[in-house]
């Protein structure tokens, strides 16, 4: 392939994943509908435990043979990717306990002070970044 056509996809490439970043953080709304789907109790945070709670509710819609772990095939079914880092010990499929370890590294990124407890402001800003849930 020629270096200017190398160049044009680079640049492409770029445009395209700056223009979904900007698009996210214009519009909020999915932000805040996620955010307050986990907030179980309404109180304005998400508490570790809120977030383990969502956590096994996706886990368990994701693993449709109910064996206890997300192997490939029931893993291209997670729209969000938010399963997808779990997978530590890269045999191809995720245990609860690999799903539990993601989640809880999401929790305490998104605490930005580390009050134990993530409110709306902490996760808008970590959401566009990691978490597309």
């Known amino acids: 392939m020629k270096l200017g056509k190398r160049v044009i996809m680079f640049f492409g490439f770029i445009l395209f ?8 953080q214009i519009n909020p709304q999915p932000v805040k509908e996620q955010f307050k789907s986990i907030d179980e109790n309404n109180d304005k945070f998400i508490s570790s435990n809120e977030l383990q ?13 109910k064996n206890g772990i997300i192997d490939k095939d029931e893993l291209k079914d997670d729209k969000s990717k938010i399963f997808g880092k779990a997978d530590k010990n890269n045999d191809n499929q995720i245990s609860q306990k690999e799903a539990f370890k993601q989640f809880n590294d999401y929790f305490n990124s998104m605490d930005a002070n580390g009050d134990k407890k993530v409110t709306e402001d902490e996760f808008e800003e970590y959401w566009p970044i990691n978490l597309r849930l």
């Open 53 to 65: 709670a969502y956590q096994a509710k996706k886990f368990n819609e994701l693993d449709k043979d």
């Open 17 to 24: 994943i700056f223009s979904n970043v900007f698009a996210q």
